[in-house]
């Protein structure tokens, strides 16, 4: 089992449409989780940054953590063309600022 | 409002040539990272450095090698360049202290194909 799983793609929505992102992971130690945003041929960009288990809201982005589950979600309301991007999850045994282990990410469209 | 700035953005290698990638950072940052991205594939760590002069391996460091002599700059050596080290490579700085939240910055990305 890959040390951290995310769903596949590409992920193709019409504008203004609720999308969810999702991503496991088998390694207990992870304590800080992160989501990145990558437009074509820019570097990954931090989008939102979580600590443990919880529930964090940032304008039209929401990440969760079930740490029980192993399971990490974030979910993008009205979403719209410029969100079309390849999204990659990333997490840290010892800090959003130390070294990350990604998924592969996923590509998203949102059609306008 | 440098950031990271990665030279070159493309370059091809031919098989058994090497080359460095450059990348400088302005925001006087203590770790550095060195990153590739297979296509399909999340990011894979090179190497890292906390500091001026001390490195250390990441997940994938074969056939690399990485100085910091400065805390501003962390080239990547890519020696006896191979097809399997096509690939997109990127550098990132943070400032790790205390604060265990503070941002990584990655850099725009270099294109690297060995022919």
């Known amino acids: 089992q890959k040390e951290v799983e995310q769903d596949p793609g590409p992920l193709s929505v019409p504008e203004g449409a609720i999308v969810s992102l999702n991503c496991t992971y088998s390694?207990?130690?992870?304590?800080?989780f992160m989501w990145y945003r990558q437009y074509s041929r820019k570097g990954p960009e931090l989008l939102m940054y979580?600590?443990?288990?919880g529930n964090k809201e940032d304008g039209r982005f929401t990440a969760q953590v079930d740490k029980s589950s192993k399971y990490i979600s974030l979910f993008i309301r009205d979403s719209q063309p410029s969100d079309s991007a390849t999204y990659l999850c990333?997490?840290?045994?010892?800090?959003?600022?130390?070294?990350?282990?990604f998924g592969k990410g996923i590509t998203l469209s949102v059609r306008p | 409002n440098a950031g990271v700035t990665q030279t070159p953005k493309f370059r091809i290698l031919k098989i058994g040539q090497s080359m460095t990638l450059q990348c400088t950072q302005d925001?006087?940052?203590?770790?550095m990272y060195w990153y590739r991205q297979d296509p399909g594939m999340g990011l894979k760590l090179i190497y890292y450095?906390?500091?001026?002069?001390?490195?250390d391996k990441g997940e994938v460091p074969n056939g690399y090698n990485v100085s910091r002599s400065t805390t501003e700059d962390f080239p990547l050596r890519l020696e006896l360049a191979a097809p399997s080290q096509t690939s997109v490579y990127f550098c990132?700085?943070?400032?790790?202290?205390?604060?265990?939240?503070?941002?990584?910055?990655f850099g725009e990305g270099s294109w690297l194909t060995v022919v």
């Open positions: 990132a700085s943070t400032y790790l202290g205390r604060d265990r939240g503070n941002t990584i910055y």
């Open positions: 390694n207990s130690a992870f304590q800080y």
């Open positions: 979580t600590y443990s288990s």
């Open positions: 990333a997490m840290s045994e010892t800090g959003a600022n130390s070294k990350l282990t």
């Open positions: 925001m006087n940052h203590n770790y």
């Open positions: 450095s906390v500091g001026a002069g001390i490195t």
